[in-house]
């Protein structure tokens, strides 16, 4: 079993910037696979980033550039650090790990790959 607990969310600005973490307790974290998906108001949940073995990651279009990915396992926490945030990030960001952790990017930037879940974390970007 994994716990997954998200912190960092808060009300921002836009153009600011934010870093999330994720504290991932219950396993070797090192093995695991970590994803951020976010949901907005209304919308379904969609992918954001993902990191895997080898340090691998791959973005959604709209964070690529903006969002990086990074995982400290001594710590056993990966972060999503956002920058330059919009209104459209705007969403509840929740982490994600996966006990495989040598799959595609493909896989990875969908939910099925993932065992457990956080319970989110709320980003508000004012407009």
């Known amino acids: 079993q994994v716990q997954l607990t998200e912190s960092g969310g808060t009300l921002v600005q836009a153009g600011d910037s934010l870093r999330l973490s994720c504290a991932a307790s219950g396993r070797t974290f090192s093995s695991l696979a970590m994803g951020w998906f976010r949901q907005a108001p209304g919308k379904e949940r969609e992918f954001v980033a993902a990191?895997?073995?080898?340090?691998?990651?791959t973005y959604t279009d709209s964070a690529k550039g903006r969002f990086t990915i990074s995982r400290d396992n001594a710590k056993n926490t990966v972060y999503l650090q956002m920058n330059s945030l919009k209104s459209e990030d705007t969403a509840v960001y929740y982490c994600?790990?996966?006990?495989?952790?040598?799959?595609?990017?493909?896989?990875?930037?969908?939910?099925?790959?993932?065992?457990?879940w956080g319970q989110g974390a709320q980003v508000t970007v004012s407009s």
């Open positions: 994600a790990a996966a006990i495989d952790n040598a799959l595609s990017a493909y896989l990875y930037s969908r939910a099925g790959p993932y065992d457990y």
């Open positions: 990191i895997w073995s080898g340090d691998r990651t």
